[in-house]
């Protein structure tokens, strides 16, 4: 809706006006940021404890791997015993080969699977060292997280104060707004926020480039209010 162009709207209320719009506009976004940087700062501490519980989970599935693998072990020679024990009450030369074998391919095997556990037993060193490292970065980014909210909440607690102080001295401006075009002041910065107002730069208007005539620079200038044809935006000289 256009304005009333025969309505006197002084320029330095209207540039006061948009300046604390924008100074309104920019302590709400701070206000606003702060909340998902420190949800950011949360995600990236609960990605370290999964990394802990990961390496942590590692080792518990290696240390029972290789107690498996030992606990085989011991079977396996608790059985080669046994069958060294049925050498001497072999019934024939064919049974005291066949166990004869068995022993050999059971020592084989426990001498392979020796070598396993000594690997297991190394690769868990390794976890567990892996352990120590996520845990570390993970105490670090708790720390950094404590700070970073520490840091965000004494921002948001300034940028709270001067929003109010803010809002104050908007209401102050907004009453020397004349009673005929207040309610349409209201509509447009209700819904556009600080886009509802613009400088003339460059004999464009600083909202949407849109270039204006000379007759509707001059009444700015006079002191007339006056909007883009553009963008609605009430025009004042910066």
């Known amino acids: 809706m256009a304005v009333d162009n025969k309505t006197q709207f002084d320029s330095t209320l209207l540039r006061r006006l948009h300046s604390l719009h924008l100074q309104l506009g920019e302590m709400e976004s701070q206000l606003q940021r702060g909340p998902r940087q420190i949800k950011a700062g949360e995600a990236i501490v609960a990605q370290c404890e999964e990394a802990v519980e990961r390496a942590r989970q590692d080792v518990k ?4 791997a290789c107690d498996d693998k030992q606990l085989q072990l011991k079977s396996r020679e608790d059985r080669i015993e046994e069958l060294k024990a049925k050498l001497n009450s ?10 004869k ?7 084989q095997a426990n001498s392979v699977q020796s070598d396993e556990i000594l690997e ?4 868990i060193d390794q976890l567990h060292e892996a352990v120590a490292v996520a845990e570390k970065e993970l105490d670090a980014k708790n720390s950094e997280h ?5 840091d965000i909440e004494s921002r948001m607690k300034v940028a709270q104060s001067d929003l109010e102080q803010i809002r104050a001295e908007l209401e102050k401006s907004e009453s020397q707004i004349p009673a005929s075009v207040k309610s349409e002041y209201r509509r447009l910065t209700e819904s556009r926020g600080d886009e509802a107002l613009a400088p003339i730069e460059d004999d464009s208007c600083g909202g949407c480039n849109q270039t204006l005539t000379t007759q ?5 200038r006079l002191g007339f209010l ?3 044809p553009a963008c609605s935006a009430w025009l004042y000289n910066s």
Request: hydrophobic residues 35%.
């Open 61 to 64: 599935d290696a240390t029972m």
């Open 90 to 99: 072999a019934s024939s030369n064919r049974e005291f080969d066949l166990l």
């Open 101 to 107: 074998e068995q022993i050999a391919a059971d020592k």
């Open 120 to 123: 297991g037993l190394e690769r």
């Open 146 to 150: 404590e700070k970073r909210v520490s």
């Open 216 to 220: 509707m620079i001059d009444r700015v």
């Open 226 to 228: 006056t909007d883009c």
